[in-house]
């Protein structure tokens, strides 16, 4: 059996102009060792990507028959944002924390295990 999760990197503000030609490659070969070591516990990176945090939307959904409310990012009080994520598959018996802990970050990573159906009460009782 396997397990999905989504591990989301939660770092301070990003600044491009200070990323050195030798911290991209030494944070890119980082990303490719966590990758492997997926692989190697016989799991698989299903998708990654940066977050653009100064283009996001909080979207808050109407309540009552209102209308949702919008409101553009850059969120002044966040001191901290998502700056990516991996959505992974691993096997039950991963060791996911450590797995996880090898994503490279400046702040922390939250690990987050997807729900299914099946995680669900069946509202029939059955």
Request: net charge negative; no cysteine.
């Amino acid at each position: 059996m396997t397990k999905q999760y989504v591990a989301v990197i939660v770092e301070g503000e990003f600044d491009p102009s200070l990323v050195t030609e030798k911290l991209w490659n030494d944070t890119m070969a980082a990303h490719g060792a966590f990758a492997a070591a997926v692989e190697a516990a016989g799991g698989r990176v299903i998708s990654t990507g940066g977050l653009d945090a100064a283009h996001a939307v909080s979207i808050h959904p109407g309540q009552d028959g209102g209308p949702a409310v919008f409101t553009d990012g850059p969120f002044a009080e966040a001191k901290e944002v998502n700056h990516g994520f991996y959505l992974l598959e691993l096997p039950d018996d991963a060791d996911v924390h450590a797995l996880a802990a090898m994503i490279p970050s400046g702040g922390h990573v939250d690990l987050y295990p997807v729900m299914t159906e099946a995680d669900y009460p069946d509202p029939a009782g059955g």
